[in-house]
T-cell receptor, first 112, second 112 residues
Framework: DGGITQSPKYLFRKEGQNVTLSCEQN?????MYWYRQDPGQGLRLIYY???????QKGDIAEGYSVSREKKESFPLTVTSAQKNPTAFYLC???????????FGSGTQLSVL | GENVEQHPSTLSVQEGDSAVIKCTYS??????FPWYKQELGKRPQLIID?????GEKKDQRIAVTLNKTAKHFSLHITETQPEDSAVYFC???????????FGTGTRLKVLA
């Protein structure tokens, strides 16, 4: 379904806990992205990766970390340093920069 | 950096009427302008895109127009249907960058 798989669909985080959101794509895209969406707002860029073993901070990277060890995978860790993590998280990919973005189905993260 | 403004934030139209959503941007180097549709709790999906070397593009009931001089582009939906109800985002991209700037979204309601 769209070539990008995010899991889990829903995730709950306890105080002081790190959680990891999974994102896998089979589109053979070089670039991958993580966006955060808050209710009634647009998408804000957390991190992006142009190529394997490389990634760059977006506009709201504080409290998040990523890795890009494989072309297909771009997991996002929400650390305990992120004090307001409740949001809808969307992973996306594109062939290169400035091309069509393809989105995963999203993960809704909530704080217990 | 690039700034994107999207108007209106909400739009209600009668079924069969037309809907127009407008976005303005600030960076004259921007050259890629896609529009995404997002239904509640779902992933954003590309509905149409245009590049700066084209002034207008149409796909059935959907069209996008670009005015590079004035730095604005618009989404036009004709003969609206209830299934057009969703949030629409304009996006701005630039060559040589992987940062897409999203508008804040327009909630379109098509009244039957």
């Amino acid at each position: 379904d769209g070539g990008i798989t995010q899991s889990p669909k829903y995730l709950f985080r306890k105080e002081g806990q790190n959680v990891t959101l999974s994102c896998e794509q089979n589109l053979n895209h070089d670039a991958m992205y993580w966006y955060r969406q808050d209710p009634g707002q647009g998408l804000r860029l957390i991190y992006y990766s142009q190529i394997v073993n490389d990634f760059q901070k977006g506009d709201i990277a504080e409290g998040y970390s990523v890795s890009r060890e494989k072309k297909e995978s771009f997991p996002l860790t929400v650390t305990s340093a992120q004090k307001n993590p409740t949001a809808f998280y969307l992973c996306a990919s594109s062939m290169t920069g400035n091309e069509k973005l393809f989105f995963g189905s999203g993960t809704q993260l909530s704080v217990l | 950096g690039e700034n994107v403004e999207q108007h209106p934030s909400t739009l209600s139209v009668q079924e069969g009427d037309s809907a127009v959503i407008k976005c303005t941007y600030s960076d004259s180097a921007s050259n890629y302008f896609p529009w995404y549709k997002q239904e509640l709790g779902k992933r954003p999906q590309l509905i149409i895109d245009i590049r700066s070397n084209v002034g207008e593009k149409k796909d059935q009931r959907i069209a996008v127009t670009l005015n590079k001089t004035a730095k604005h582009f618009s989404l036009h939906i004709t003969e609206t249907q209830p299934e057009d109800s969703a949030v629409y985002f304009c996006v701005v991209g630039s060559s040589g960058t992987y940062k897409y700037i999203f508008g804040t979204g327009t909630r379109l309601k098509v009244l039957a």
